[in-house]
C-alpha cells in the first residue's frame, strides 16, 4: 500500500525531480525501490545483484529522462512499464549469449549437474559491461542514448547541443574502446559476435 504522505506530494515532487531536485529523485528512489525489487527478482533466478543491476539501470534512465515525468499520469506504471522493458532486453542479450556458444559448440550440462555456461555467460557479459562503464562520462551518456534509448544521432545532438559529427565522433570513439576491451579481455572468436548482441 502506498504511503499517504507521498501520495499527496508526489506530483510535486516528480515536478521537483524533472527541475534536477536530487532530494525528491532520492525520495522517490527510496519509495520505489522496495516495490520494483519485488518484480523484478523472481525474472533474475533470484539474484539479489542482477536484480539491483536493473534497478540502477532504471533510476539512471528515469534521471537522464527527468524531464518527461511532468504530465505523467501514473509514475508507478511508468516504472514498472521500464523495468519490464529491461527484462526483456537482458533476456534478449543472454539468449543471444546462448546461441553464440552453441554455434562455437560448446555444449549444455545436464540440468541436474552444476553449470559453468551461465558462468561463462556471465564473464562476458560484465567484460562489456566495464568497458562500457570506463568510457568517459560524455562518451558513455552519449553510446547509452544511441543503443539503450534508441535515440538517432540527431535527437542525440540536439538533446546535447552538439553537432551531429561530434556524436558521430564520441560513437566511433565509444565502440572503438569497447572492442579493444573486448579483445583483451575475452576469447578473441566470441568478440564481434558479443558485440553484436549489444551493437
Request: net charge positive; proline share 3%; aromatic share 12%.
Given at each position: 500500500?502506498?504511503?499517504?504522505?507521498?501520495?499527496?506530494?508526489e506530483k510535486v515532487l516528480l515536478a521537483?525531480?524533472?527541475?534536477?531536485?536530487?532530494?525528491?529523485?532520492?525520495?522517490?528512489?527510496?519509495?520505489?525501490?522496495?516495490?520494483?525489487?519485488?518484480?523484478?527478482?523472481?525474472?533474475?533466478?533470484?539474484?539479489?545483484?542482477?536484480?539491483?543491476?536493473?534497478?540502477?539501470?532504471?533510476?539512471?534512465k528515469i534521471w537522464m529522462r527527468k524531464?518527461?515525468?511532468?504530465?505523467?499520469?501514473?509514475?508507478?506504471?511508468?516504472?514498472?512499464?521500464?523495468?519490464?522493458?529491461?527484462?526483456?532486453?537482458?533476456?534478449?542479450?543472454?539468449?543471444?549469449?546462448?546461441?553464440?556458444?552453441?554455434?562455437?559448440?560448446?555444449?549444455?550440462?545436464?540440468?541436474?549437474?552444476?553449470?559453468?555456461?551461465?558462468?561463462?555467460?556471465?564473464?562476458?557479459?560484465?567484460?562489456?559491461?566495464?568497458?562500457?562503464?570506463?568510457?568517459?562520462?560524455?562518451?558513455?551518456?552519449?553510446?547509452?542514448?544511441?543503443?539503450?534509448?534508441?535515440?538517432?544521432?540527431?535527437?542525440?545532438?540536439?538533446?546535447?547541443?552538439?553537432?551531429?559529427?561530434?556524436?558521430?565522433?564520441?560513437?566511433?570513439?565509444?565502440?572503438?574502446?569497447?572492442?579493444?576491451?573486448?579483445?583483451?579481455?575475452?576469447?578473441?572468436?566470441?568478440?564481434?559476435?558479443?558485440?553484436?548482441?549489444?551493437?
Amino acid at each position: 500500500m502506498k504511503n499517504s504522505e507521498l501520495l499527496a506530494d508526489e506530483k510535486v515532487l516528480l515536478a521537483r525531480v524533472a527541475s534536477g531536485d536530487s532530494n525528491a529523485y532520492a525520495r522517490i528512489y527510496t519509495f520505489y525501490t522496495p516495490l520494483i525489487y519485488r518484480f523484478i527478482y523472481p525474472f533474475t533466478n533470484a539474484s539479489k545483484e542482477h536484480t539491483e543491476e536493473i534497478i540502477q539501470d532504471i533510476f539512471l534512465k528515469i534521471w537522464m529522462r527527468k524531464e518527461t515525468l511532468i504530465g505523467l499520469r501514473s509514475f508507478e506504471a511508468y516504472l514498472f512499464k521500464m523495468a519490464k522493458h529491461q527484462l526483456i532486453d537482458a533476456r534478449k542479450r543472454d539468449q543471444c549469449l546462448q546461441k553464440i556458444m552453441g554455434q562455437l559448440g560448446y555444449q549444455e550440462e545436464p540440468m541436474d549437474s552444476p553449470s559453468d555456461n551461465n558462468l561463462i555467460y556471465s564473464e562476458y557479459l560484465n567484460s562489456a559491461k566495464a568497458a562500457i562503464g570506463s568510457l568517459t562520462p560524455q562518451r558513455k551518456k552519449i553510446f547509452d542514448m544511441r543503443t539503450q534509448q534508441d535515440m538517432t544521432i540527431d535527437e542525440i545532438a540536439g538533446s546535447l547541443n552538439i553537432t551531429r559529427s561530434a556524436v558521430k565522433k564520441q560513437l566511433y570513439e565509444a565502440i572503438n574502446f569497447i572492442k579493444q576491451h573486448l579483445h583483451y579481455h575475452t576469447d578473441w572468436p566470441l568478440l564481434f559476435l558479443l558485440i553484436a548482441c549489444f551493437f
